[in-house]
């Protein structure tokens, strides 16, 4: 398997995913700068956390024209698969790779802390290593993660099977209270129609070793990689 991660000014994930990564498949990652409008043969395409381009107009909607994102949605359509964490996932929006936005979350404040998620599907290459109810603890850090869409878009979302997880408690019961950011549907991370494009806020690179405090999320890229590979 080979995967590129696409580093943006503004980006503070890419290291922390290129471990991550180098851990699940025993290699490097290919580092790829923002400018770059070709991007290798790869199997993965990684958008990593941060605030690309400081933010500026809004999350992620500078960045989504970005000559390595011209190349990145041309990857998409060939059906190569894209990961967007966080910032990564608010520029998949912007790109028009996923539906929906991303706004400010409901109480106007930045969290950073670990949250519970429930995993809604396994039945995808991003989510091959988890059950259907699965609850994973994994951290997040975001102001924007409040995910939008209207009653349309949130039919289709269910109907598809493209929600890929929800915010929860340890139990892995979805109540509102929990849903830090008031995300409709308490939605943590949507797929494209084909699951070949994943979006989600919380990060699980940030804890993929037991010296991070936990490993949920290195089922994750352990997952990915065998589906890749």
């Known amino acids: 398997m080979k995967s590129a991660i696409v580093v943006f000014p503004g980006s503070n994930c890419d290291r922390d995913v290129q471990v991550a990564l180098r851990q699940a498949m025993g290699s490097e990652p290919i580092m790829i700068w923002h400018k770059d409008s070709e991007l290798p043969?790869?199997?993965l395409i990684v958008l990593p956390g941060g605030f690309s381009y400081g933010d500026y107009l809004r999350c992620g909607a500078m960045s989504a024209h970005a000559p390595a994102m011209r190349a990145t949605v041309e990857a998409?359509?060939?059906g190569v698969a894209v990961l967007g964490i966080c910032n990564g996932f608010q520029i998949l929006t912007?790109?028009?790779l996923l539906p929906?936005?991303?706004a400010r979350n409901r109480d106007l404040k930045f969290h950073c802390r670990d949250v519970h998620l429930r995993v809604e599907t396994g039945q995808s290459l991003f989510t091959s290593r988890f059950q259907e109810g699965q609850c994973l603890r994994i951290p997040v850090a975001n102001r924007d993660g409040c995910y939008l869409a209207d009653e349309d878009g949130c039919r289709r979302l269910e109907d598809n099977g493209q929600?890929?997880?929800?915010y929860s408690d340890e139990t892995g019961s979805v109540r509102p209270e929990v849903n830090l950011n008031g995300s409709v549907s308490s939605i943590a991370g949507i797929f494209n129609e084909q699951k070949t494009v994943l979006g989600l806020m919380p990060?699980?690179?940030r804890l993929s070793d037991p010296a991070l405090g936990?490993?949920?999320g290195r089922a994750f890229f352990d997952g990915l990689v065998e589906a890749l590979s």
């Open 163 to 166: 929600i890929a997880f929800r």
């Open 203 to 205: 990060h699980p690179e």
């Open 94 to 96: 912007e790109a028009g």
């Open 41 to 43: 043969e790869v199997d």
């Open 76 to 78: 998409a359509a060939k």
């Open 100 to 102: 929906g936005a991303l």
């Open 214 to 216: 936990g490993d949920d």
